[in-house]
């Protein structure tokens, strides 16, 4: 494989200029890689910054689709991990309001249950 197929691209997902402006801490970064001659394929990685350490949540390889150029293969990437990015966001909000609405179910469910005490 020659040296010239694997180069990086940066991407910081963001939402688009007509949008709210969110900072997320996920990053996407973007290898497209030469199998051949003229098939291209991808890989992702998305890492998340939390308290200051970055963390790789995923890292897919995109061999299922191969590309004729380097530029296709960079942008079937980008869209990928963009939407894998708002699966984890969005999975990320739903999380705390589950966590809250089971300590109030458990708070409701103990204040209500009455010791019985056979003997």
């Not at 691209?9 to 003229?38: S, W």
């Not at 350490?53 to 061999?63: D, F, I, K, L, T």
């Not at 990928?80 to 999380?95: E, K, L, T």
Request: aromatic fraction near 8%; hydrophobic fraction near 35%.
């Amino acid at each position: 494989m020659p040296s010239r197929g694997i180069r990086p691209a940066f991407r910081a997902v963001t939402q688009p200029n007509n949008m709210k402006h969110n900072t997320t801490p996920f990053t996407v970064t973007v290898y497209p890689i030469e199998q051949e001659p003229g098939i291209w394929f991808a890989t992702y990685m998305i890492s998340e910054y939390r308290e200051g350490v970055e963390c790789v949540v995923a890292n897919v390889s995109m061999r299922h689709a191969t590309h004729v150029s380097e530029a296709n293969a960079k942008q079937a990437a980008r869209n990928a991990g963009d939407n894998a990015v708002a699966g984890f966001r969005q999975q990320r909000s739903a999380q705390p309001k589950a966590q809250a609405t089971q300590a109030r179910f458990n708070r409701v469910q103990s204040s209500t249950t009455k010791e019985i005490v056979l003997g």
